[in-house]
């Protein structure tokens, strides 16, 4: 049964660079899509980025020049960048897999327990 | 953009729940999914393409609709169904978007 484990700091400072990993077991990383999604308090989800295992990425349009996502399936695990973060950057951050074919779309059927991240200084 | 409604809805157990979603243009029904999430918990997938239960998702939830107008409807609620439910949307140019969530709480 595959499971996700998200790490990474859980306080920056603003205009500091957020880091996080998703740690995929239980199975391969490879041919599957990775997403990550945060909530801020209180508030409802917010796609961020998804990647393929082979490098193919997409981003949300209101965070793409702050964020970057990349994966090593050397050692099954995706990782988030996040820059020039602020306060409104503060949230549960959700590591996830995609299932997603040319003809299908399955959902975001597994999901890591989330990790939270507070920018102050 | 994903609009659900109502924001909160009240009911009591064993009650039918009917949540809805509206797309503002036409998606395709294969692209949409529901989730629920509970305090202080990840969102668990319910329903995927509109209408097909995930796996280990009991039968009394259900999904329907086509276009721009989807439903989750919870057949008779459990203790366990109280929670907040979100829909999304996948599109392969644009990403992933949520609607705003409906949170079904004990009447």
């Known amino acids: 049964q595959v499971q996700l484990q998200e790490s990474g700091p859980g306080l920056v400072k603003p205009s500091e660079t957020l880091s996080l990993t998703c740690t995929v077991s239980g199975g391969s990383i490879d041919n599957y899509y990775w997403s990550w999604i945060r909530q801020p308090p209180g508030k409802g989800l917010e796609w961020v980025a998804y990647?393929?295992?082979?490098?193919?990425?997409d981003y949300n349009p209101s965070l793409n020049s702050r964020v970057t996502i990349s994966v090593d399936t050397s050692k099954n695990y995706f990782s988030l960048k996040l820059s020039s973060v602020t306060a409104a950057d503060t949230a549960v951050y959700f590591c996830a897999r995609l299932r997603w074919t040319p003809n299908y779309y399955y959902g975001l059927d597994v999901w890591g327990q989330g990790t939270t991240v507070t920018v102050s200084s | 953009v994903l609009t659900q409604s109502p924001g909160t809805l009240s009911l009591s157990p064993g009650e039918r729940a009917t949540l809805s979603c509206r797309a503002s243009q036409t998606i395709s029904s294969s692209y949409l999914a529901w989730y629920q999430q509970k305090p202080g918990q990840a969102p668990r997938l319910l329903i995927y393409g509109a209408s097909r239960r995930a796996t280990g998702i009991p039968d009394r939830f259900s999904g329907s609709g086509s276009g721009t107008d989807f439903t989750l409807t919870i057949r008779r609620l459990e203790p366990e169904d109280f929670a907040v439910y979100y829909c999304q949307q996948f599109v392969s140019s644009e990403g992933i978007t949520f609607g705003g969530g409906t949170k079904v709480e004990i009447k």
């Open positions: 990647i393929y295992y082979s490098g193919y990425t």
